[in-house]
């Protein structure tokens, strides 16, 4: 069984560019989440799908970010305008149904210059 | 969010066991621990979770004190691929995961 995957794995962009991250979660899986960990910190809950509902978004930085899970399928997180304290790694996690185990993905590492 | 207070490193023996510490005074009743690890840069894997019982699997042994303030992960026979960061999480109200430092493990060989 496939396990979370995230794409790309590695984005390199300017302040001000767009840059879209993908998660494509357990086949299955109704729940969907995605955390970032930004330099230094520690990771940090972004927001959780429940199909293509948004569940909590409680975490979401600012209005700069939008996550998006039409079809209750995979998943886009869109930052536009990037800013430098946007770079870390972002990753996606899983779970069959809501308070079940989350499984991570492998992340995505974003640079912003 | 009940909180989680762990070691912040650990060194351990390839070949023995490793015994991880992790305090949670305040959890709620119906709130389950779950333990992850973090190897190099890659995703945080699930390792086990528990509620009041002792858990095992194939990874791992949870020991839950039964006043449930405390656990112990246990990782019976080392190796150096376990060397990772290991986070003890409580689960919070609306599901999310709130990571701490964890403990850092480094199997020695």
């Known amino acids: 069984e496939a396990g979370v995957t995230q794409f790309p794995s590695h984005s390199v962009i300017e302040k001000g560019q767009t840059v879209t991250l993908r998660c494509d979660p357990i086949s299955g899986h109704d729940n969907l989440y995605w955390y970032r960990r930004v330099m230094g910190k520690e990771i940090k809950f972004l927001l959780h799908?429940?199909?293509?509902?948004?569940?909590?978004e409680s975490g979401m930085p600012n209005n700069r970010f939008l996550a998006e899970r039409t079809g209750g399928t995979y998943s886009t997180l869109k930052v536009q305008p990037a800013e430098l304290e946007d770079s870390g790694v972002y990753f996606c996690a899983s779970s069959p149904g809501t308070g079940e185990t989350q499984y991570f993905g492998p992340g995505t590492r974003l640079l912003v210059l | 969010d009940a909180k989680t207070t762990q070691p912040p490193s650990m060194d351990c023996a390839e070949g023995r066991a490793a015994n991880l510490p992790c305090n949670h005074s305040?959890?709620?009743?119906?709130?389950?621990v779950y333990w992850y690890r973090q190897i190099h840069s890659q995703g945080p894997q699930y390792i086990i979770h528990g509620l009041k019982n002792n858990e095992t699997n194939e990874m791992a042994s949870l020991i839950i004190t039964e006043d449930r303030k405390s656990s112990t992960l246990i990782l019976p026979h080392a190796t150096l691929r376990d060397t990772a960061v290991y986070y003890c999480i409580v689960e919070g109200s609306n599901y999310k995961l709130t990571f701490g430092k964890g403990t850092l493990l480094t199997v020695n060989p």
């Open positions: 305040t959890i709620s009743g119906n709130e389950y």
């Open positions: 799908f429940v199909k293509e509902s948004k569940q909590d």
